[in-house]
């Protein structure tokens, strides 16, 4: 079993180190597409991948069609074996996104869905991100927390726990959110640049601050009273 997890991982970094860095200019798009098969879980046709992009376990990666995946793009699926990362049709990763994943993880990430430059999407927790979401540059989704009860050991020492976190259909995050593990963010909802997302927003709602508060319901087109 190890033997052929080696294997696998030789054929993947022989393939991603060959490929990888070929230019567009030069086919290294149109080669990827064709090569790449060989070791992801799936990927799907139209699929643009640029040049320096990283993929780390590509057998638990997913890819749907028509996905653009841009310069600097690091996707880490290591881990555990029943790690899955998927991207729907559509998906858009600009430069420099970062998703990865770590135990027992699941990150899905919606049709149509757009995700800016810089952005960090991290479990453990299993994470999903639905259909037509804007998500915008340098915004952090963080599936994890770190434990610290005890006083004696390190930090980096007490393990970590994590929930989940939830972002639906057709919502759009501002330039550097933060969305914190355990959090539901309802269908259709706004979130102000630099909030902090530390409790479920309802569905529709514009929130911002930090700690996001909702101020205003988008079905209503009045302001709310923000709740603690």
Known sequence: MKYFAKLKRFQELLLTT????????????????????????????????????????????????GVYIFKGVRIDGKGHENNRIHLENGVILERNVVIGALNKTCINIGQDT???????????????????CLIAAHTGIYANNHNFTDTIKPIKYQGISHQGIVIEDDCWLGHGVKVLD???IGKGSVIGAGAVVTKDIPPFSIAVGVPAKVIKSRDLQEFVESTE
Request: charged letters at 15%; one cysteine or more; glycine letters at 16%.
């Open 182 to 184: 355990g959090v539901t």
């Open 114 to 132: 757009f995700i800016g430059s810089s952005v960090c999407i991290a479990g453990p927790g299993s994470i999903k991100i639905g259909k037509h």
């Open 18 to 65: 060959f490929l990888g860095d070929i230019p567009t200019i030069m086919g290294g798009v149109k080669l990827r597409n064709l090569l790449y098969r060989m070791i992801f879980n799936q990927l799907g046709s139209s699929v643009y991948i640029q040049d320096g992009v990283e993929f780390i376990s590509t057998d638990i990666i997913e890819v749907g069609n």
